[in-house]
């Protein structure tokens, strides 16, 4: 059984072959439609619309550093929560108080000071063993 309804459909259209696109007709008709409903909106409306928005969210939403601290307490205050010992309280030194962390250095293989500045040419021998 063969389906004809495509076919059908497409011969209801009822196209020419010599069929042309007038393209400056269209054109001017898509202006016409354009223009009546009340034209192109002018671009400073947009800039202005993002420029409130932005500012809405300057004003909404606080500053990342206090936004930080707070999501650091409710987190370690949320994982002492499930943790065995039971519920506690974050305690988090204050920034003033705290101590940086030392000093280290890296050593590389041979036990030598490695200070990441070193450049590292590499070689591959016949056995395809890349070695420096």
């Known amino acids: 059984m063969e389906n004809n309804w495509v076919d059908e459909r497409l011969a209801t259209l009822g196209l020419e072959d010599d069929w042309q696109p007038?393209?400056?007709?269209?054109?001017?008709r898509l202006r016409e439609r354009r223009d009546a409903v009340g034209g192109p909106r002018p671009r400073w409306i947009w800039a202005a619309a993002a420029t409130a928005m932005?500012?809405?969210?300057?004003?909404?939403?606080?500053?990342?550093?206090?936004?930080a601290q707070r999501c650091v307490s409710c987190s370690a205050a949320l994982w002492q929560s499930i943790a065995a010992a039971g519920p506690g309280?974050?305690?988090?030194?204050?920034?003033?108080?705290?101590?940086?962390?030392?000093?280290f250095t890296l050593k590389d293989a041979s036990g030598q000071r490695?200070?990441?500045?070193?450049?590292?040419?590499?070689?591959?021998?016949r056995k395809g063993i890349n070695t420096a």
Not at 56 to 67: D, K
Not at 89 to 103: I, M, V
């Open 54 to 67: 932005a500012g809405v969210c300057l004003v909404a939403f606080p500053a990342p550093r206090a936004l």
């Open 114 to 125: 490695d200070d990441g500045r070193k450049s590292v040419k590499p070689y591959i021998n």
């Open 22 to 28: 007038n393209v400056s007709a269209a054109m001017s």
């Open 89 to 103: 309280c974050a305690n988090l030194t204050p920034e003033r108080d705290r101590k940086p962390a030392p000093d």
